[in-house]
């Protein structure tokens, strides 16, 4: 069993279409995680949501909104598209030990290509 | 703000060679936890550690091993008799807010 999945895996596109990329986690967690990691592989965290809150939302243009509807679901949509979007987006889940955030668990990744 | 630095972009060691990447943290924390992560040419990201602050003992699994100092804020890694799988990007994390350092991208030649 996938504890942490993403799909999909690959997502090519071209510039201003709007996509979405889903990710779930059944490892009971509360709290889940979307990274960016761009082409030298730094990797950067974009949003955070504990329990369907939104928790940590670093400076990320507003073009990216996440979306969780269930505690084991973090969905990230993306509109109008830009090259620099060009990247792999992790998903990830952890579960919060009073406050500190604990082991994250993450998922295989997406790789996004803007043409 | 919490912050990680990985001073080392690229090591380059040969099989056998042992390796210590190293991992310097800020944070005006208390309370906190450090993590390395592994990252193959596969792509995904692989935990291997979590530390404490509370516990600076160091830990030793199989070939790993970390050294967490607390007094010169590091949370070095060692690889003992280094292997080509052994070939990967590191990373060190910080939490509460999961900072990642650059990552240091190590290889080793047969």
């Known amino acids: 069993d996938t504890a942490v999945s993403q799909t999909p895996k690959y997502l090519v596109t071209q510039m201003g279409n709007d996509k979405s990329i889903k990710c779930e986690q059944n490892?009971?967690?509360?709290?889940m995680y979307w990274y960016k990691q761009d082409s030298k592989k730094f990797l950067k965290i974009m949003f955070s949501?504990?329990?369907?809150?939104?928790?940590i939302n670093e400076t990320v243009p507003n073009r990216f909104s996440p979306k969780s509807p269930d505690k084991a679901h973090l969905n990230l949509h993306i509109n109008s598209l830009e090259l620099g979007d060009s990247a792999v987006y992790f998903c990830?889940?952890?579960?919060?030990?009073?406050?500190?955030?604990?082991?994250?668990?993450f998922g295989p990744g997406t790789r996004l290509t803007v043409l | 703000a919490q912050k990680v630095t990985q001073a080392q972009t690229e090591i380059s060691v040969v099989e056998k060679e042992d390796v210590t990447l190293d991992c310097v943290y800020e944070?005006?924390?208390?309370?906190?936890?450090l993590f390395w992560y592994k990252q193959p040419p596969s792509g995904e990201l692989v935990f291997l550690i979590r530390?404490?602050?509370?516990?600076?003992q160091n830990e030793i699994s199989g070939r790993y091993s970390w050294n967490f100092q607390k007094s010169t804020s590091s949370f070095n890694f060692t690889i003992t008799a280094s292997q080509v799988v052994d070939s990967a990007v590191y990373f060190c994390?910080?939490?509460?807010?999961?900072?990642f350092g650059a990552g240091t991208r190590l290889t080793v030649k047969p």
């Open positions: 530390r404490n602050s509370f516990d600076e």
């Open positions: 994390a910080l939490s509460r807010d999961m900072r």
């Open positions: 990830a889940s952890s579960q919060d030990l009073q406050g500190v955030t604990d082991t994250q668990y």
């Open positions: 944070t005006r924390d208390t309370t906190y936890y």
């Open positions: 949501y504990n329990n369907k809150e939104l928790i």
């Open positions: 490892l009971g967690h509360d709290t």
